[in-house]
């Protein structure tokens, strides 16, 4: 069974910069996963950030990125704001099942 | 605008079925594949199933093959997910969600107690 691994938690500072990557136990996440990355608030339904590995939607504010960093999808905050506290999840596909990370929480503090 | 609405939730005792419902407008829903994902109370995402615009393919997470099965009906713009033996680990709000995950519903309550 495929684990997709996130860290549990990770504290950033206002305005400050924070990455947070997504590991495969099958070996190292490529496009071919097609790493997407979610926030979801308390009592919310989770909003997709970035698809494709890299791909913004309209509604993604700029200070969020996705890229491939040492074999995992990585979502890296630049100038995090408070608002951005919150929990996160990565997707990826394992050619047809797709398999979520296990969350992480930031908090902005 | 997109919508998707989910129904059928509820409280089933174990080993009992229930069957959500997703009706969705706004897009082309039969050029679309759709996608099921379930949150259990306080825990993370975990993707259950997902089935392509005609049907022809489906894809189960490990821990509801065999009991679950997901359909549409084109004709509806409305996806389903029929849930058969259900454990008490199948507790959770189910959201459907569309094919490139940008659009999702509100979801539906799940609740499975004796």
């Known amino acids: 069974q495929t684990v997709v691994t996130q860290e549990p938690s990770l504290t950033v500072s206002p305005g400050g910069t924070v990455t947070l990557t997504c590991g495969s136990s099958t070996g190292a996440v490529t496009s071919g996963h097609y790493p997407f990355w979610f926030q979801q608030k308390l009592g919310q339904v989770p909003r997709p950030l970035i698809y494709?590995?890299?791909q913004k939607h309209s509604w993604t504010p700029a200070r969020f990125s996705g890229a491939l960093l040492g074999g995992k999808a990585a979502l890296t905050l630049s100038g995090a704001l408070p608002e951005d506290e919150a929990q996160y999840y990565c997707?990826?596909?394992?050619?047809?099942?797709?398999?979520f990370g296990g969350g992480t929480k930031l908090t902005v503090l | 605008q997109v919508h998707l609405v989910e129904s059928g939730g509820g409280v089933a005792q174990p080993g009992r079925s229930l069957r959500l419902s997703c009706v969705t407008s706004?897009?082309?829903?039969?050029?679309?594949?759709m996608h099921w994902v379930r949150q259990a109370p306080g825990k993370g995402l975990e993707w259950v199933a997902v089935?392509?615009?005609?049907?022809?393919?489906?894809y189960f997470a490990d821990s509801v093959k065999g009991r679950f099965t997901i359909s549409r009906d084109n004709s509806k713009d409305t996806l389903y997910l029929q849930m058969n033996n259900l454990r008490v680990e199948d507790t959770a709000v189910y959201y459907c969600a569309k094919d490139s995950f940008d659009s999702w519903g509100q979801g539906t309550l799940v609740t499975v107690s004796s």
């Open positions: 706004g897009f082309s829903f039969s050029t679309f594949g």
């Open positions: 997707l990826l596909s394992h050619n047809g099942p797709w398999v």
């Open positions: 089935m392509s615009n005609d049907g022809s393919e489906k």
């Open positions: 494709d590995t890299a």
